[in-house]
């Protein structure tokens, strides 16, 4: 169990204690836990441990320490076997976005706080576990990231990193976060393009991941370690492909590109998604809408219902790869909910990359 204390509102440990422990001791399951220090703590333990020894990497806080450790998987030579070790997430954190998520898949009722903890342990008692979708991101800077929740740039993304200073609030910091940045709502310059996800007739949805095969100057893709080569992509000096869809609209309140279900506790997102559908969900609103509808649309997200609104300025579709081009450096980037500096940055899904705990 790698655990993070000063996630959320800081009572990531208090909370396994009081409420894991005991449930794993009923079920004879001992665990060895290890509290992180400082960041990237969690990336560099999974970067040397010996997973022989562990049935599950459990990760008890955020999603941002999942991301962290997911990463420092991908950074072993043995990536790919590394993956088969089935990961699981406790909330621990804020949004605890994809701890909603496993209990939506579940088939569990609506649930928040200890309750959800509750659910997501007797997931974890369990011990089932499911193949599970990552999507690579690439940037024009050369970083790669191998994320599993989701892609934000602009008024989500805001609201994400601009809201951290109310982390001891818990979940209510994103409330308050979405209050301000409504208030000063800002409009983001760039080119947003994708790959629709049925793109032809009868080709697969989520593709086998495929070896890369090095090329030079691609800082990406390393011999040694064979990472999973990004197929869909062409690179990011380049225009993309023919077959690609070019968004005509280049003014933005927000894109979001999303690969599970929750967006946080409380937001519904996609509701189709599915842990390994082989599918982005790419949410886009354009420039031109009011507060209040966009605030409408948050307040529908709680139930899933947003869609239903049919705002003429929400967009959302399946793709298998997206490419988003910003206009300078202005606004905030997210992966997996951990900020990233404003730059071009595209994406693909590699399908059934790793494994998670999960109700069925």
């Not at 040397?48 to 990760?59: F, H, R, T, Y």
């Not at 990004?230 to 070019?246: A, E, M, N, R, Y």
């Not at 590109?257 to 609103?285: K, W």
């Amino acid at each position: 169990v790698l655990l993070n204390p000063q996630s959320g509102a800081g009572r990531a440990l208090e909370d396994f204690q009081v409420v894991v422990q005991p449930m794993l001791a009923d079920a004879d399951i001992t665990p060895t836990v290890f509290v992180t220090e400082r960041p990237q703590h969690a990336q560099e333990k999974v970067q040397d441990e010996d997973l022989s020894q562990w049935d599950v990497l459990v990760v008890m806080s955020g999603d941002g320490l999942l991301h962290e450790v997911l990463n420092g998987l991908m950074e072993r030579s043995d990536w790919e076997q590394a993956l088969q070790t089935p990961l699981c997430i406790l909330p621990g954190g804020s949004g605890n976005a994809l701890a909603a998520s496993i209990n939506y898949y579940a088939g569990n009722d609506h649930v928040a706080k200890k309750k959800l903890l509750t659910n997501c342990t007797f997931i974890l008692c369990k011990g089932l576990h499911a193949p599970m979708d990552l999507v690579s991101l690439s940037t024009a800077s050369g970083k790669r990231f191998f994320s599993f929740l989701g892609f934000g740039w602009g008024f989500i993304a805001d609201v994400d990193i601009d809201s951290e200073k109310y982390r001891r609030l818990g979940n209510a910091r994103f409330t308050l976060g979405t209050l301000q940045c409504l208030v000063r709502l800002r409009i983001y310059q760039g080119r947003l393009s994708y790959l629709p996800a049925a793109t032809e007739p009868g080709s697969p949805r989520d593709p086998k991941t495929r070896r890369a095969t090095p090329t030079a100057g691609t800082e990406a893709l390393s011999e040694d370690r064979e990472l999973p080569a990004d197929t869909l992509l062409v690179p990011l000096g380049q225009p993309v492909p023919p077959h690609w869809v070019v968004v005509p609209e280049e003014e933005f309140v927000c894109v979001y590109a999303i690969y599970q279900s929750h967006l946080g506790t409380n937001l519904l997102m996609a509701p189709e998604a599915r842990l390994h559908d082989g599918c982005i969900h790419l949410f886009y609103v354009r420039a031109g809408i009011s507060r209040v509808a966009l605030l409408k649309i948050f307040l529908a997200m709680g139930r899933g219902t947003h869609l239903d609104l049919n705002c003429p300025h929400l967009h959302c579709i399946p793709v298998r790869a997206f490419r988003l081009e910003p206009r300078g450096s202005a606004g905030i980037m997210t992966v997996d909910g951990e900020a990233l500096a404003c730059e071009p940055v595209q994406g693909q899904i590699h399908g059934h990359m790793c494994r998670v705990v999960t109700g069925s």
